[in-house]
């Protein structure tokens, strides 16, 4: 007598096949996905709100090792208002050409800095000034994008 063997799984034609429908699949998804991110305009407005408060963030952290931390105070800290000499600080001009500066720098969004003079980011240390830089959206009054960090005096 022959033994018969029955032989249980799939046949590679039915793997190739498998294959080929979920790579069909798959690739229609993504193809769905990409369009609606394109076209959606919460990215771009994200990206630039973002780099519109890091670039804010930068000039008054260079402002701060500009005139030293004892002047680094009140509207000093802000290097898009002219400041008048007070004391041992010196006047210091207004950076009107930087694109961080302009306003509104990017059309319908507006850029507030705040100064903290407590440390009260950092515990009430007087050794910390803590600054946040906040983009509002100026149709809507929306606030987009915040960033706050604490500038050392060291």
């Known amino acids: 007598m022959k033994a018969r063997?029955?032989?249980?799984?799939?046949?590679?034609?039915?793997?190739?096949?498998f294959i080929v429908i979920v790579g069909v699949l798959v690739s229609g998804?993504?193809?769905?996905?990409?369009?609606?991110?394109?076209?959606?305009g919460t990215p771009k407005q994200m990206t630039q709100t973002l780099q519109l408060a890091q670039e804010r963030m930068e000039l008054i952290r260079a402002r701060k090792d500009m005139v030293g931390f004892a002047c680094?105070?009140?509207?000093?800290?802000?290097?898009?208002?002219?400041?008048?000499?007070?004391?041992s600080c010196p006047a210091i001009a207004a950076a009107t050409t930087h694109p961080a500066c302009i306003s509104p720098p990017l059309a319908g969004y507006s850029v507030t800095p705040i100064l903290d003079e407590t440390?009260?980011?950092?515990?009430?240390?007087?050794?910390?000034?803590?600054?946040?830089?906040?983009?509002?959206?100026?149709?809507?009054?929306?606030q987009l994008a915040q960033l706050t960090t604490a500038v050392a005096n060291y």
Do not use: W
Not at 5 to 17: K, P
Not at 80 to 86: D, E, G, R, V
């Open 72 to 87: 680094f105070t009140g509207t000093r800290f802000d290097p898009c208002q002219a400041a008048a000499a007070a004391g």
């Open 5 to 17: 063997f029955h032989a249980r799984g799939v046949t590679l034609v039915e793997l190739i096949a």
């Open 29 to 40: 998804l993504i193809g769905g996905f990409t369009a609606t991110m394109r076209g959606s």
């Open 119 to 142: 440390g009260a980011c950092m515990g009430g240390d007087v050794n910390y000034k803590c600054i946040t830089v906040t983009v509002t959206d100026t149709a809507t009054s929306t």
